[in-house]
C-alpha cells in the first residue's frame, strides 16, 4: 500500500538505524509526543535498532492518558443521572475514575454509547428527544475539529437536547510544561503528525527559538520516525536548533486551515488539567459563549456533581507521561495492573506507553526485547 509499504521497508529502516549510529557521538535523549508513535517504537523494536547512546522516552501523547480523573468523574456522575445517554469513545470506558469508570456505570444500566464520531451523537438527539445526549469530548487538536462541527451542526438544525463534557487538550503548552521543568531530560522532540497536519506547525517555531532544542514534524511508521530521530541527531551533533518536517506528505507549514476555522468558531483557549502534569495555562479548548448552551458542565453542573478526587497510590503514570519513568519501571506493571485490570489510563488507551509495553515487551517486563520489523 502505498505511503504505508515502503515506510516500513526493513532494509530501508536498518540503514537509517546505520546512519544513526555513525553520526552519534555523545548521549543524546529524545521525546516522541505521540502515543501512535510510542506504539511504533515498541512493536517494531526501533529502540532496539539505536546506538546505546540515544535514549527515546515517551511523552504525553495519548489524549486519553492526560484526561484528568476529574473530568473522568464527572462524566460517571453525568452518565449515572436519569434521562441521559452519555456517547464517548471507546477508549474512554475502561479509563479509571476515582472509584470506577464508565464501562462499569453502563453495566448497572446506565446508557452510555460508544461513537466513532461525534456527529453520530446528533442522529442520537434526533431519535431521543426526550432525553439529553453529551458526547464526552476528548482528545488534541486532530479530533477537535468534529467535535466543533457537531456543535455547530446542532445550533444550525437546533437540536437543544446535545451538549459536550469537553477535555480537548493542545499539544505545544504540554511540551513547554515538559521543558520548563526541573527535572526535564529531553533534547529533542518528535512532534506529532496528525496534529501538525490539522494545525501546521508554526506554533513550535518559538519552542525551538525558546528553548533552543530541535523538533522534528514525523510520522508513524518505522521509517518515518528514524528518519525523524536521524534529522533530530544530526541537528544536536551540529548545534543547530531548527523545526524540520520530516512528515511532508501530509503535513504544510500552514496545517488545514478549513479545520482551523471550525475550531476556532467553536473553542477558544482555556487553563487545563492534564493527569500527570497539573493544570498547564492556556492549554485546553473550551467552549465560547456563543455556543454555551452547549456546555454540559454548565447545563448540568456537573462540577459540582463529584467529590475531589486523588490518583491510585500505586500508579506511576504522571511520571511515564512526563518522561521521567517507563512503565516497566512500575512495580505494578504487568500484575497489580493489566488492560484488563488498569490502576492508570496509560494501561488501557490504545495510544497508552504501557499498553504498548504491556502487550509487545510484557513477557520480560525489565528488559527489552528485540522486535523485528
Not at 118 to 143: H, M, R, S, W, Y
Not at 187 to 200: E, K, N, R, S, Y
Not at 305 to 324: H, K, N, R, Y
Request: with cysteine; charged share 20%.
Amino acid at each position: 500500500m502505498k505511503f504505508v509499504d515502503e515506510y516500513r521497508d526493513a532494509k530501508l529502516a536498518q540503514d537509517y538505524a546505520k546512519a544513526i549510529a555513525a553520526i552519534t557521538t555523545k548521549p543524546w535523549t529524545i521525546m516522541e509526543i505521540c502515543g501512535g508513535q510510542t506504539h511504533s517504537i515498541v512493536k517494531y523494536g526501533i529502540d532496539e535498532l539505536l546506538p546505546s547512546e540515544i535514549t527515546l522516552i515517551h511523552g504525553p501523547g495519548c489524549p486519553v492518558c492526560v484526561t484528568d480523573i476529574n473530568i473522568i468523574d464527572q462524566a460517571i456522575a453525568l452518565a449515572s443521572l436519569p434521562n441521559i445517554i452519555l456517547c464517548s469513545f471507546g477508549d474512554m470506558l475502561r479509563v479509571p475514575g476515582s472509584e470506577k469508570d464508565l464501562l462499569s456505570v453502563k453495566a448497572t444500566g446506565a446508557d452510555v454509547r460508544i461513537v466513532y464520531n461525534p456527529l453520530d451523537c446528533l442522529k442520537i438527539a434526533q431519535q431521543n428527544p426526550t432525553k439529553e445526549v453529551i458526547f464526552f469530548a476528548v482528545g488534541f487538536e486532530t479530533t477537535a475539529p468534529t467535535t466543533a462541527m457537531a456543535v455547530y451542526q446542532a445550533a444550525q438544525q437546533n437540536i437543544n437536547n446535545f451538549s459536550l463534557l469537553v477535555s480537548h487538550v493542545l499539544v505545544p503548552p504540554a511540551m513547554e510544561a515538559i521543558l520548563s521543568s526541573p527535572n526535564c531530560q529531553v533534547q529533542g522532540f518528535l512532534a506529532a503528525g496528525h496534529v501538525c497536519t490539522i494545525m501546521g506547525y508554526t506554533e513550535y517555531e518559538p519552542i525551538v527559538e525558546k528553548y533552543q532544542i530541535p523538533i522534528v514534524v514525523t510520522g508513524f511508521e518505522p521509517v518515518d520516525i528514524l528518519q525523524g530521530i536521524y534529522f533530530c541527531i544530526q541537528q544536536l551533533e551540529t548545534g543547530k536548533y531548527q523545526l524540520e518536517n520530516q512528515y511532508n506528505r501530509s503535513v504544510r507549514r500552514e496545517g488545514n486551515e478549513t479545520a482551523q476555522k471550525i475550531i476556532q468558531e467553536v473553542f477558544e483557549i482555556v487553563p487545563r488539567q492534564w493527569r500527570g502534569l497539573g493544570e498547564i495555562s492556556q492549554s485546553g479548548l473550551g467552549i465560547k459563549q456563543k455556543y454555551i448552551d452547549f456546555d454540559a458542565q454548565k447545563r448540568f453542573n456537573s462540577q459540582r456533581l463529584i467529590p475531589v478526587s486523588s490518583p491510585c497510590a500505586d500508579c506511576i503514570s504522571g511520571e511515564i507521561l512526563q518522561g521521567i519513568k517507563k512503565p516497566h519501571q512500575c512495580s505494578a506493571f504487568g500484575t497489580r495492573c493489566t488492560p484488563e485490570h488498569p490502576l492508570g489510563a496509560p494501561m488501557v488507551s490504545s495510544e497508552g506507553a504501557c499498553a504498548a509495553y504491556y502487550r509487545y515487551r510484557q513477557q520480560t517486563p525489565h528488559n527489552k526485547i528485540p522486535i523485528s520489523l
